[in-house]
Nanobody, 115 residues
Framework: QVQLVESGGGLVQPGGSLRLSCAASGLIFSDYAMRWYRQAPGKERELVAGISSGGGSTNYADSVKGRFTISRDNAKRMIYLQMNSLKFEDTAVYYC????????WGQGTQVTVSS
């Protein structure tokens, strides 16, 4: 079956960096556009960043532009989210999402920005 498994979350101080990873299995990865979403306590899930199936096109939420970078390695069936200059408001559970003819979600990884 399809699995998306996120990793790399944790506790970081404001201004710090984290790199999230998402490993995909059970699907033809190179067919799927991929996204990172996040959900903070008491808030709706929001789109953070997206990347096309071939990796040539990316998009970002205004709140993370210039600080976060999404990338993918189709040979490894992985996507990444490099997060720099982290802020308190980046605290959330981060989810990996795959979409093409069907859509799939990962289980999420917690990112906590705290001093």
């Amino acid at each position: 079956q399809v699995q998306l498994v996120e990793s790399g979350g944790g506790l970081v101080q404001p201004g710090g960096s984290l790199r999230l990873s998402c490993a995909a299995s059970g699907l033809i990865f190179s067919d799927y556009a991929m996204r990172w979403y996040r959900q903070a306590p008491g808030k709706e899930r929001e789109l953070v960043a997206g990347i096309s199936s071939g990796g040539g096109s990316t998009n970002y939420a205004d709140s993370v532009k210039g600080r976060f970078t999404i990338s993918r390695d189709n040979a490894k069936r992985m996507i990444y989210l490099q997060m720099n200059s982290l802020k308190f408001e980046d605290t959330a559970v981060y989810y990996c999402y795959a979409h093409w003819t069907l859509t799939y979600w990962g289980q999420g990884t917690q990112v906590t920005v705290s001093s």
